[in-house]
């Protein structure tokens, strides 16, 4: 059986190590409420299939269903991916997923942070999120893997970004917004962070794109490709939507130094040249208690929300104008993984993409 730890990761010697190094298994969890996914979410269904099936080239994957959708999910599913009985809320699994963390011995541990859906009655995005906060637990379970707990404070996996040597990058407009930590500092904050995820230094971002959902998450802005290495959003466009927003995080990163006392390298990745735009909003459901859509709304269509697997990358296309850009950019970044793109219309109008939808479990 899992157990519960009640010390701290940094206390145990564990840290959370960065998405660059190596993973035993990637998790997801299935879409299906139609009040947040067109179409009944049936063509993100085929979106979330696609991106599981270009993660098992190079490695595991374990897709968690509900009962309800069990066997189409299995059905859908390439017979290679685990599929395994969860009900959840939603299927934002980076963000009420477990954050691993690893010791020097191989060990792997796991943090439950507190989800409320990003920002609870504040403005969190639906109501209730009490089965997406069970999912770490469930998770660990499966995998006989003990678990922190940091009961009253609120994180989600897509506000942080790690290089494993003690550098942590994020957002303010996220972990400082009412609806998560609001009776804690920014100083606070840091702490925490430091304290279960081992770090010694934060590299604070001001905005992320997505003012209204996630309340600005790191992963559409930026991520360390490796130790010393990041890659930030990039456009020239001053008409483009999130035009202010990657230069600032450009100007930051590039000033910044990590842990170690390295100054950044700093690799630019494009944006799309048209923004996403939804369509379809008159198929998906409302209901009170869930941010409604509008149609033309602007999707939040990041090349950045890529993932990081063994040997590979599996990275977001729109069918825009730049996506063969942002592939060339990206394997030029990781040379010596295979760039693998994927369309992710589907789950940009949802509200994410393929890293908002995954959860690394490294290998330990
Ligand atoms: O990490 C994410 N991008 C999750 C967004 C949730 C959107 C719900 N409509």
């Not at 996914?37 to 269904?45: C, E, H, L, S």
């Not at 390439?78 to 997923?97: H, K, L």
């Not at 942002?326 to 693998?340: C, G, T």
Request: aromatic share 10%.
């Amino acid at each position: 059986m899992a157990k519960r730890i009640e010390s701290t990761p940094k206390a145990d010697g564990f840290r959370m190590p960065g998405e660059f190094e190596e993973q035993k298994q990637v998790w997801m969890l299935w879409p299906e409420r139609p009040d947040n996914w067109r179409n009944g979410a049936k063509p993100a269904q085929k979106a979330f299939a696609a991106v599981a099936k270009a993660i098992s080239q190079f490695e595991p994957v374990t897709v968690c269903v509900s009962p309800a959708q069990y066997q189409h999910a299995r059905y859908e599913l390439p017979s290679e991916v685990r599929v395994v009985e969860m009900t959840s809320n939603d299927a934002w699994i980076r963000d009420c997923g477990p954050t691993f963390v690893v010791n020097d011995k191989g060990d792997v541990r796991a943090i439950d942070w507190d989800f409320n859906s990003w920002g609870g009655l504040y403005d969190g995005l639906y109501f209730p999120w009490d089965q997406d906060d069970l999912v770490p637990q469930k998770v660990c379970e499966i995998e006989g893997i003990d678990t922190y707990r940091t009961p009253g404070f609120v994180l989600e996996g897509g506000s942080i970004h790690v290089d494993g040597e003690g550098t942590l990058l994020t957002t303010e407009m996220c972990l400082l917004s009412p609806g998560r930590n609001p009776d804690m500092t920014k100083e606070e904050i840091e702490e925490k962070l430091k304290e279960y995820l081992n770090l010694e230094k934060v590299i604070w971002i001001r905005d992320g794109i997505d003012p209204y959902e996630t309340n600005g998450h790191i992963d559409d802005v930026a991520c360390f490709i490796r130790p010393g290495e990041v890659a930030c959003i990039w456009t020239e466009d001053e008409n483009h939507p999130f035009y202010r927003q990657a230069q600032d995080a450009y100007k930051t990163l590039c000033e910044a130094t990590d842990a170690k006392g390295r100054k950044l390298k700093v690799h630019k990745l494009c944006l799309s040249k048209e923004p996403c735009y939804l369509k379809g909003a008159d198929t998906i459901e409302c209901i009170e208690g869930t941010l409604p859509r509008e149609e033309g709304e602007v999707s939040i269509a990041s090349y950045m929300n890529f993932l990081i697997v063994n040997g590979g990358i599996i990275l977001p296309q729109y069918g825009d104008e730049n996506d063969a850009l942002a592939i060339e950019q990206v394997q030029a970044m990781f040379p010596d993984r295979k760039v693998v793109g994927v369309r992710t219309e589907e789950i940009a109008y949802g509200g994410g993409n393929i890293h908002c939808i995954t959860q690394q479990q490294p290998r330990g």
